[in-house]
């Protein structure tokens, strides 16, 4: 079974920075992919920024691209969001999780971790 654990949230000034990990167990199929998503207070979740294990290629949204940056370390079975430049707007639970295929499908992701909560002050 696979499980995924969030950590790294909290609370943080505009123009901060922080850096979120996803620990994950279970996986017994490659390739695999673990995607950040995050919802923000009355709003859809939405995927931000994914990694595949095939080869480690990585992709963001729009929105982030430039101020996340997601890696993993295959070693500690961790996949990191690195997110700088934060901006009231990115206040939200940030949840990872994963998938298999085609890791720039959003849907399809259907394994979650139990999310962090991520505050942006102005």
């Known amino acids: 079974e696979v499980q995924l654990v969030e950590s790294g949230g909290g609370l943080v000034q505009a123009g901060g920075s922080l850096r979120l990990s996803c620990s994950y167990s279970g996986v017994t199929f490659e390739p695999f992919n673990i995607a950040w998503f995050r919802q923000a207070p009355g709003q859809e979740r939405e995927g931000i920024s994914c990694i595949t294990s095939r080869d480690g290629s990585t992709y963001s949204v729009d929105s982030v691209k430039g101020r996340f940056i997601i890696s993993s370390n295959v070693a500690k079975n961790t996949v990191y969001l690195h997110m700088k430049s934060l901006e009231p707007a990115d206040t939200a639970v940030y949840y990872c999780?994963?998938?298999?295929?085609?890791?720039?499908?959003?849907?399809?992701?259907?394994?979650w971790g139990q999310g962090t909560q991520v505050a942006v002050s102005s």
């Open positions: 999780a994963a998938s298999y295929g085609n890791m720039r499908i959003f849907p399809a992701y259907d394994i």
